[in-house]
C-alpha cells in the first residue's frame, strides 16, 4: 500500500507503471558504473547499452569542429589514478570510484609534498563522508576528490600522484534516435549523458527516454515525430543544434529530462517562450497527476534547455524533473547512487511524460453539431445511471464542459485549463460525444494544433 | 438590531427594503403548497397567482413541439398517491407531503412485497427526518420518498401502492412578462417554477421577480426593455429560446435568479462570456452590498444558465443565488420550507438586484469640460464644509475620481472599478459635476454601452 | 550599526550616502523656520536660500492671471499675530510658531468674549500638545491654531485678537531649475514649498531635490533634461503647466516628492496611466533597494500629481514618499519638526531617487551577436573564478540573463523585471558583454525608450 502517492489520479494501470519503473530502473543501474565524460568511450560504452533497447545512432564530432560559438573539444581517456603516500599507500583510487578523479583531468606523475597536493584535492567539509563530483574541462590542470573525513585522516609528508589519462584530437559522441510519425511535426526529448557514476542526475534521465523510445517504438505510429537526444550537456546539445539547424522549426514541443528518480518535486521549468504548449501541457499534467508540483519561470540556468532556448533558437522545450538541480543534498556527490533513486519514482515521472505526449497526440478542437441548448444525453445513453458516484459525477461534468465550449474555438487542452477537469476525462468524453454524432473536427484542414 | 449584515452600506431605503423582503415573502409563501412539475396544473396555478401581481402572459407550447434537441413533454397530473401497508395503514401519502411522490411519476395500482417495494423508495440515510426530492422525467416509472426513519420501521409483508396520476399530450406551460423600456435593449431575468413544495429552490426565485416587475411596472419607462421569464428548469428555457431565437441580439444583460432566501453566499456564477456587463455589474454591486459574497467563474452545471450560455446561444447570463445550489444541507429537501427563507434575505437579494439594474440603467460615460488640472470645486459649491465626516470624504473622493477618469473612455462602472468607489457614490457624484457644467455625455450618439 | 536598514543591497557607496543625508538635512533645516504659504515672501525667501546651491529661476505670475480654471491668488503677508487675554498677556502668539495663525488669514483688530474667539480657534483635542496646521486660502476669514491642552487654560473673559496680515495683488512664485541632457526628453521633479514650518511635509522634498540638482549638474550632461519644480501646492503646478503647456509632449518621466525624511514606507503611488515607465522604474528601485516599500495604485487625491495627471494633461508622474501623506500622527502638525526627520531616511530616500534616474539614463536594449547556444564566457574572462561565493553567482546569472534576453525585444529595465535580477547588475552584466563584443545596441537609430 501507499506505492503511489497519486494512486487515485493514475491514468495508467497499476501494472504498467509498475513495470516501466523496474525496467527504468535496471537500465539506469545497468548504466551507473561507467565513467563518463563530455568524450570519450565512456559515452560510447553507455550508448552501446541504450542500443540494446532501440537502435540509436551514434553521432561522432570530430575534434575542433566549429559548433557555433565553441569548437568541439578533444577526447579524454582514463586508465588508472591514485595517490600514495610515503608508505606506498593508496589514499585515493579512480578503481574504487569514479568520482574520485576531477572528471577530464589531465594526465601527471609527480611526487609532490602535502601542502601542494592539497591545492589538487576537493571535498565537502560539510558533507564529510561524501566524494563530490568535479569537472575540469576548459582548463590544463588535474585534481582528485575525496571524503573530507578521509583527507582529514592525511599526514604531512610526500605522496605520489599518477594519472595515466589522456585528452587527444577524436570526437565527441552523442546518441539521436527517431520515431517516424505521420507528420513531421517534432517532439524533442533530450537528456545528458555527460555524469560518471550519478544515478539521478543523468542514468535515469537516459534510462527513461530509452524505455519510452522502445515502447512508443512498439506502439501505432503518433502523429508527431518523436526525437530522442542523448549528448553530453552543452557542448553535445550545441552539436546536435548546430548539425540540425535548418530543421528545428519543425519543433513544436520539447523537454530537457534530468533527475527522474528521487521522491522530490516534481518540477517544471518553462521554455523561454514561457507559453508554449509544453509549458501548458506540462502545467496540466502535473495538476492532474502531481498536484503537489512546482512550476518556474525559465531561467537561463541549468541543462541543456539553457541552448535550445537560447535567443537564436528559442525552442519550446522545457526543463522537467522531481527534485530541482542544486536542491537536494545527494546533487553531485556521491550519494546520487542507486539507492537514491526509486523505481516508484521513475514510475511516476514515466507516467507525467506518457501523459503529456498524451495531450500533444490526442489534441484537437472539436465543434458542437447541437450548440443550442445542451442536448439530450440521455435519450443517447451518455448520462450514468442515477445516484451516480463521485467518478460518474466528474465524467458528467466532463460531458458537460466540452459541449460547452465546443465552439470551434477551443481545444481540449482550452477545455481542460478552463474547466478544471482533467485531460483525459475532457479527451475520453470528447471521444464519446463524437461517437454519439454530436462532436466534428473544426480544424479538419489542420490536424495540428501546435 | 442587526436586522441586516450590510446595514451601513444600504442604498435603499430601511422601509423599501423591509416592504421588499415582507412581501416577496408572503408571495413566496402562497406559492409554496403548489405541487409544480416541469408540465401540468400546478404550473398554471403558480403563474395565475402570479398574475394577481402583474399581467403575465401564459405560454402553451404543445407536447411533442421540437425544443431543439428535445421535444415538448406530456402533461403530469397527478390527484392522489399512498402507500398501505397489510393493515391498511397508510405509510405514505402524498396528500401530507408534495415531496412523498417522486415528481412525474407513472400512475400505478399493485400489490407487492416489501422487498420489491423498496426499490421504489427514496430516502435520506444521512438526513432521516427530511423528505428527499426526485423527479423521474425521462424514464416510465414511478417512485415515492420519505424520511429514512420511518422508511426503516416498516415491516415485511404486502404493501398496496396506488398513484392517481397521468401523462398526457398536452403543453408545457410557461409564464413571459415584459415592461418596454425607452430602447429595445434587453435585461432577462428568468426563474424556475417546476419544483413542488421547496421554498428556496424556486418560490424565492419567483416571487422577488414577480415583486421586481410589479415595483418597476409602477416606476417610469427604464432605459432597458425587461424581460421576466417564469418557465420550468431546462426544457421551458429551451422552450422560450426556440420561440425567440430571432430576437435575442437584443439581450445585453440577463441574470438566472434561485434560492434568494436563506442567508448564506450571496453567490454570483459568470455568464460564459466571463468578463461581459452583467458579470461586472454584479461584481460591483456585490462589493458595494454584500462583499462577503462569493464570485465564481461559470461552469455548464446549475440551472437554466446552461441553456442560455450553450455555446448556440452564448448570452450574456449569470447565475444569482444566496448559497450556491447542492451546497445547503435543506437543498432538495422538505426542510427546504417556509422556515427557511426570511424576509431579511429576501430583501438583501432584492437589493442588490436592484442596485445590478441601476448600473445597467444609469451607466455612461462623462467627458471632462474642464480637462487640464482639477476645476475649482469650491467656488461650484461642490466641496462639502471644512472637517466633513467620513461620508463627507468619500463623496469628495467621487468626485475627485470621476473629473480624473472622465476622458471619455471611463464609463461610470469602469470608475467604480478602478476607484474602488461605490457605484452609487460615483453616479452620485457624476450627476453633480453634470449640473455644474463640467461634463457631458462622450457618447451622446451612443447611449447604451452594452 | 544598523545605520541603514537595506545596508547589504545598497549601489551607492556608504561616504556618498553618509553625505547626501547630511547636506539635505542642513538644508532641510534652514528653510525650516520661514513661514511660507502659497504666495509671499516667504516662498521667495525659501528661492533664495536654494538659489545658495543652484541658479534656480524665480518665476512671478501676476495675482489674477487666468490659470486654467483658476486664478493666481493675491499675495500674503503677515508681520505680527497674537491674542491677549484680559490681563493683556499673550496666550497665542504667531512669534513663538509660525502654525499658530491659520495660513493666509486675513487682518483683524477686535475685541471679543471668549464664546465668539473660540470659533476661530483649531485645536487638536486627540493630539492635545500638538499645534494643527490649517489654512483659509478661498475665504475671507482669519483663525489661530494652539495647543488643546493651552486652549483649555483660557478663561471666559474678553480677549485681544490682533492680525496685522495682508492680502494684496501682487504675484504668485515658483522656482524652476533645468539641467540640459543631451536630449530634449524630460525628466520633472517637483516639490511643493507652500508650507510653513513643517519639515517632512515640504521642506524635506525641496531640499532633497535641490542637493540632487546640485550634485547632477556638477556631473556629465545626462541623456534626459531635468526639470526641476519649487511651487505652492496646487496652484503653482497648475501655474507652471499653464505657461508650458506647449512642450508638456517632452515629459517622458515624472516624480512629486514630498515626505522624504521620515522613516517610514518608502510609498510609490503610481502614475495616473499606471504601467509608465515611471511605474515600473520605481517598482525596480524599490525592489532593488527598499523591498519593504509599499506601491499604490494612482488615486486623485495627494499632492501635484493630481494636477500633472489630471485627464487634460495626463502626465506620467507618480508620487513618491517615504509615509503617505496623512498616515503619521505628525502629519500637518507642530510635531513635524526637524527631530522628526533624520538624515539616514533621507538619505535612502535620495538613493532611491539616484536608481531611478540610473535606470532613466542607462536603459537601452541589446542585442546579442552570438545568439545561437550560450556564448563560451570562460574564454573571455567573463565567469568568475571557481568556487565564487554569493555575488559572484548573481553576477553570472546576471550574465546569462542578458545574454538570453538580447534578442533585440527587451531593455535592460524589463531584463531586471523578468530576470529578478537588480537592474544594476543587469547594467553591469550589459556593460561588460558590450565591451567583450557580444552585444550591441538594438535600437541604435533610437535612443531613448521611452
Redesign the interface.
Known amino acids: 500500500m501507499n506505492a503511489h502517492p497519486m494512486a487515485e489520479r493514475r491514468f495508467r494501470s497499476k501494472s504498467d507503471t509498475d513495470a516501466a519503473g523496474a525496467k527504468i530502473y535496471a537500465l539506469a543501474a545497468e548504466i551507473y558504473p561507467i565513467c563518463r565524460s563530455i568524450t570519450g568511450d565512456g559515452v560510447r560504452q553507455t550508448l552501446d547499452i541504450l542500443k540494446r533497447q532501440i537502435p540509436l545512432e551514434t553521432v561522432e564530432v570530430p575534434t575542433g569542429t566549429q559548433?557555433?560559438?565553441?569548437t568541439a573539444p578533444q577526447e579524454w581517456s582514463i586508465r588508472e589514478a591514485w595517490i600514495k603516500n610515503d608508505q606506498g599507500i593508496k589514499v585515493v583510487d579512480f578503481a574504487v570510484h569514479n568520482l574520485h578523479i576531477v572528471n577530464y583531468s589531465m594526465p601527471a606523475h609527480r611526487f609532490m609534498e602535502f601542502e601542494e597536493l592539497a591545492g589538487h584535492i576537493h571535498t565537502l567539509p560539510e558533507q564529510p563522508d561524501l566524494i563530490p563530483y568535479r569537472t575540469i574541462y576548459?582548463a590544463e590542470n588535474w585534481g582528485f576528490c575525496m571524503r573530507h573525513q578521509d583527507f582529514e585522516q592525511l599526514k604531512p609528508g610526500t605522496y605520489e600522484v599518477f594519472i595515466d589519462a589522456e585528452r587527444f584530437p577524436g570526437s565527441l559522441t552523442y546518441g539521436e534516435y527517431v520515431i517516424k510519425g505521420t507528420t513531421d511535426r517534432e517532439f524533442l526529448l533530450s537528456a545528458h549523458l555527460c555524469h560518471p557514476s550519478l544515478a539521478n542526475d543523468n542514468c535515469s534521465g537516459m534510462a527513461l527516454l530509452t524505455y519510452l523510445a522502445r515502447q512508443m517504438t512498439a506502439g501505432a505510429p503518433p502523429r508527431h515525430t518523436y526525437r530522442f537526444i542523448f549528448a553530453p550537456g552543452?557542448i553535445g546539445?550545441?552539436a546536435w543544434?548546430?548539425r540540425n539547424?535548418s530543421r528545428l522549426d519543425q519543433i513544436d514541443h520539447g523537454l530537457v529530462v534530468s533527475c527522474m528518480g528521487d521522491g522530490g518535486g516534481p518540477t517544471y521549468k518553462r521554455s523561454?517562450n514561457g507559453k508554449a504548449f509544453i509549458d501548458r501541457a506540462m502545467a496540466i499534467a502535473l495538476r492532474d497527476l502531481a498536484p503537489e508540483a512546482t512550476i518556474l519561470d525559465f531561467?537561463?540556468?541549468g541543462y541543456d534547455e539553457?541552448?535550445y532556448?537560447?535567443?537564436?533558437?528559442?525552442l519550446p522545450v522545457g526543463l522537467f524533473q522531481r527534485s530541482l538541480f542544486g536542491t537536494f543534498p545527494e546533487y553531485h556527490t556521491s550519494a546520487d547512487n542507486l539507492d537514491f533513486i526509486r523505481p516508484k519514482h521513475l514510475a511516476l515521472s514515466w507516467e507525467i511524460i506518457r501523459y503529456v505526449i498524451d495531450i500533444v497526440e490526442n489534441d484537437w478542437t472539436p465543434l458542437?453539431l447541437?450548440?443550442?441548448?445542451?442536448?439530450?444525453l440521455?435519450?443517447r445513453g451518455l448520462y450514468g445511471a442515477m445516484g451516480g458516484d463521485k467518478r460518474t459525477a466528474e465524467q458528467a461534468?466532463a460531458l458537460?464542459?466540452v459541449?460547452?465550449?465546443?465552439?470551434g474555438k477551443h481545444s481540449l487542452l482550452d477545455m481542460a485549463e478552463r474547466?478544471g477537469t482533467s485531460f483525459q476525462d475532457i479527451a475520453d468524453a470528447s471521444r464519446r460525444l463524437k461517437g454519439a454524432g454530436l462532436l466534428v473536427d473544426a480544424r479538419a484542414l489542420a490536424p495540428l494544433d501546435a
Open positions: 559548433l557555433f560559438d565553441w576548459y552543452t546539445s550545441l543544434l548546430s539547424e523561454r531561467s537561463p540556468y539553457r541552448q532556448c537560447s535567443p537564436g533558437f528559442n458542437n447541437s450548440p443550442k441548448g445542451e442536448p439530450q440521455g435519450r461534468m458537460l464542459w459541449l460547452n465550449l465546443s465552439d474547466s
